[in-house]
Every structure is written in C-alpha cells, then in structure tokens.
C-alpha cells in the first residue's frame, strides 16, 4: 500500500509539473522573462514557506537550528539547479511541450540517478550507492543499462526534431510552438537537463532538516517541505537575476505596469504557473517519503512528467502537421525513454 501511494503522489506531481507551463500560454503582450519570474516568485518564495507553515508548523525554528554546512550546500545546489530551471523554460519554449520537456527530462533523468553514486563513490557514505557498486553488481549494472536506454531515447527523439525542423515551413513550426530553434533548443535542454537534476542532490543536502521535522513529531509525509524553503531560495537568486538581466537587456520593465496588456490576467495566469509548478515537488517529498528519495522516486517522477508534457503536446498539436515518420520516430525515442524508466526502476527493486 506504502509503494502505492507514493506511485500515486508521484503522479500528481508529475501531473503538477508537466502541466505548469501551461498557464503561461495565456499571458499576453509580456516577454518571457517578465511572466518568468512573476511566477518564479510564487514557485520559490511565496509558496514554499507557506506550504511548509500549513504542514510542518516551526518550521522557521528548525531552519534556524541546522549548522551552516547543511544550509550552505542545500543552497548551493538550489544555485545550480536554478540553472537548469531558468533554462528548462527556455527550452520548452524552443522545442515545444513535447521535445522540449522529453529531452530536459531525459537528461535530468540519467543525471539524477547517476550522478549521485560518482560522488559517493569518492565521498563513501554509509547506505549511499557508489559508481563502483552499479559497475560491479547485477542490480547496478541493469541501473546503468537503463540510463544509457534514457540516453539513446534522448538520441532518437533529437533525431525527430532534426526531422521536423526540415519537414516544416517556418510559418507551421510558428504555429505549433512560436518560437521553435532546433539547435538552440537542444543546447539549452541538455545544459537544463544535467543542471536540473541537482535538485535532487538538494534533497539530499537538506535532508538533516527533513529529519529534524520528523523527530520534533511531524508528519513523515511532508518532512522535506522545511528543506524546499531553503533549496529554493538558491532557485530564486538564480532565476532572479537573470530575469533582472533580461529586463534590462529588452527594455521590459514596462511589462509589470503597462497598462495596454491585460495586466490583472498576466498576474493571475503566472502565479498559477509558479503555484502549479511548486506543487510537483510538494508531491514529489510525499512520494519520496514512501519510496525512499534514490533512484526509483526521482525517475518515476521524471517519467510521469514526460508522460503528461507530451499529452499536452498532443493537445496543442505540436506534432500534427509533420509526416508519420516524423510522428513514428518521436514516438519511438519517447517510449525509449520510458522504458529506460522501467529498467531503472527495476534494477533499484532488486538492490
């Protein structure tokens, strides 16, 4: 019943997240990094304290009393991390719901779940899985096979972008995805998926103030609400000053006051994306609660993401006009990457 749960809340909150940017389609007349950060405030400073207060209460308390060490790197990677966040915009923005999110997701997967074992491997912790224990065990070598299956589904589904961007006219890419830039979009969404993946290295980071929740008698369920308060302030200096860079750069600070926008419709559509988008992780630390914060939970979560960003994608059409062999290879490399998933998957449950 326990995995099951965490099966379900890992499916809200891939829901939650593949899902957000979707209330940003609807801003008008604003740059991206004007509707970017109105709802990067709500998803970074404004929900997470909130959400944390209605879960775990003193929480504040228990920030205040974890050493500097812990703070520091759980800041660190929020910094890192606020890379891959800043830029995962971008490329969803460049590629469209479906590549965009199929390719930073990919890597975010692949990264996520193997990163973490190189550095234990040099920093050996107790109960951590080192590179040494996925080259040298049956379990760790399936691990491996599916993070190279992630990538070679990361592969093909480039190769259909590839396809695309040759296939269409300029005038039916802009209707599927406005701002469609093959290259540039997959620069972006590898730096995005490798940077991204550091939020989970956060968790980790943070996790003395999760276990401090738990022991002051709070519910297990929501004990890393308290470390997404501090990992996301990382989140936010990163996005924020970019943004700031960028509203200098395009002359857009008008956006927040310009009256001949829809102005109170902007506002509302992008705190709804900020909201939405926090609460991938809101469910993603219930989930992990169940299923344990390895492997397993970070790229169940990514594969529920995919999934919906490429029903949305579905939706919007991002593929309709291109021929059945464009459409058949897309298909091809997304199912690649979910079964990479399950491979994965598997080779956790029999560690």
Same mark, same amino acid.
């Given at each position: 019943?326990? =995995?099951?749960? %965490?099966?379900?809340?890992?499916?809200?909150?891939?829901? !939650?997240? %593949?899902? @957000?940017?979707?209330?940003?389609?609807?801003?008008?007349?604003?740059?991206?990094?004007?509707?970017?950060?109105?709802? +990067?405030? @709500?998803?970074?400073?404004?929900?997470?304290?909130?959400?944390?207060?209605?879960?775990?209460?003193?929480?504040?308390?228990?920030?205040?009393?974890?050493?500097?060490? =812990?703070?520091?790197?759980?800041?660190?990677?929020?910094?890192?991390? %606020?890379?891959?966040?800043?830029?995962?915009?971008?490329?969803?923005?460049?590629?469209?719901?479906?590549?965009?999110?199929?390719?930073?997701?990919?890597?975010?997967?692949?990264?996520?779940?193997?990163?973490?074992?190189?550095?234990?491997?040099?920093?050996?912790?107790?109960?951590?899985?080192?590179?040494?224990?996925?080259?040298?065990?049956?379990?760790?070598?399936?691990?491996?096979?599916? =993070?190279?299956?992630?990538?070679?589904?990361?592969?093909?589904?480039?190769?259909?972008?590839?396809?695309?961007?040759?296939?269409?006219?300029?005038?039916?890419?802009?209707?599927?995805?406005?701002?469609?830039?093959?290259?540039? +979009?997959?620069?972006?969404?590898?730096?995005? #998926?490798?940077?991204?993946?550091?939020?989970?290295?956060?968790?980790? !980071? #943070?996790?003395?103030? !999760?276990?401090?929740?738990?022991?002051?008698?709070?519910?297990?369920?929501?004990?890393?609400?308290?470390?997404?308060?501090?990992?996301?302030? #990382?989140?936010?200096?990163?996005?924020?000053?970019?943004?700031?860079?960028?509203?200098? &750069?395009?002359?857009? @600070?008008?956006?927040?006051?310009?009256?001949?926008?829809?102005?109170?419709?902007?506002?509302?559509?992008?705190?709804?994306?900020?909201?939405?988008?926090?609460?991938?992780? @809101?469910?993603?630390?219930?989930?992990?609660?169940?299923?344990?914060?390895?492997?397993?939970?970070?790229?169940?979560?990514?594969?529920?993401?995919?999934?919906?960003?490429?029903?949305? +994608?579905?939706?919007?059409?991002?593929?309709?006009?291109? %021929?059945?062999?464009? &459409?058949?290879?897309?298909?091809? +490399?997304?199912?690649?990457?979910?079964?990479?998933?399950?491979?994965?998957?598997?080779?956790? !449950?029999?560690?």
């Amino acid at each position: 019943m326990q =995995v099951l749960l %965490g099966v379900i809340f890992h499916f809200i909150g891939g829901f !939650a997240s %593949g899902s @957000f940017y979707m209330p940003y389609k609807k801003v008008k007349q604003w740059k991206w990094e004007s509707y970017w950060i109105i709802g +990067g405030l @709500f998803s970074w400073l404004v929900v997470p304290p909130l959400a944390a207060w209605l879960t775990v209460p003193g929480f504040s308390d228990i920030i205040k009393a974890t050493g500097p060490e =812990v703070l520091k790197y759980t800041v660190l990677f929020g910094v890192l991390w %606020g890379f891959g966040g800043l830029t995962y915009g971008l490329g969803v923005r460049y590629l469209g719901m479906s590549l965009g999110n199929s390719v930073v997701l990919g890597f975010c997967s692949a990264f996520g779940a193997l990163v973490p074992s190189i550095y234990y491997n040099f920093y050996p912790t107790e109960g951590k899985t080192t590179l040494n224990d996925l080259l040298t065990t049956g379990w760790g070598q399936i691990v491996l096979g599916g =993070v190279i299956l992630c990538l070679v589904g990361i592969f093909i589904c480039g190769k259909a972008g590839m396809m695309k961007e040759k296939e269409l006219s300029t005038e039916e890419k802009q209707k599927s995805v406005a701002e469609f830039s093959l290259v540039k +979009g997959l620069l972006v969404a590898i730096f995005s #998926g490798i940077m991204s993946a550091c939020f989970n290295f956060g968790i980790e !980071a #943070g996790k003395p103030m !999760a276990e401090a929740a738990v022991k002051a008698g709070m519910n297990p369920l929501y004990q890393n609400n308290v470390t997404y308060v501090v990992l996301l302030w #990382g989140g936010l200096a990163t996005n924020f000053i970019w943004c700031m860079i960028l509203n200098f &750069r395009n002359k857009s @600070f008008g956006d927040y006051t310009d009256k001949k926008t829809p102005l109170l419709k902007n506002y509302i559509f992008s705190a709804v994306a900020g909201t939405t988008w926090f609460l991938q992780f @809101f469910f993603y630390g219930m989930g992990e609660s169940k299923l344990g914060n390895g492997a397993s939970s970070w790229i169940l979560h990514m594969a529920f993401i995919i999934l919906v960003a490429n029903m949305w +994608g579905i939706v919007l059409k991002e593929w309709k006009a291109v %021929g059945n062999k464009t &459409r058949t290879t897309f298909i091809i +490399g997304l199912a690649t990457i979910l079964l990479s998933v399950l491979v994965v998957g598997y080779g956790n !449950a029999m560690k």
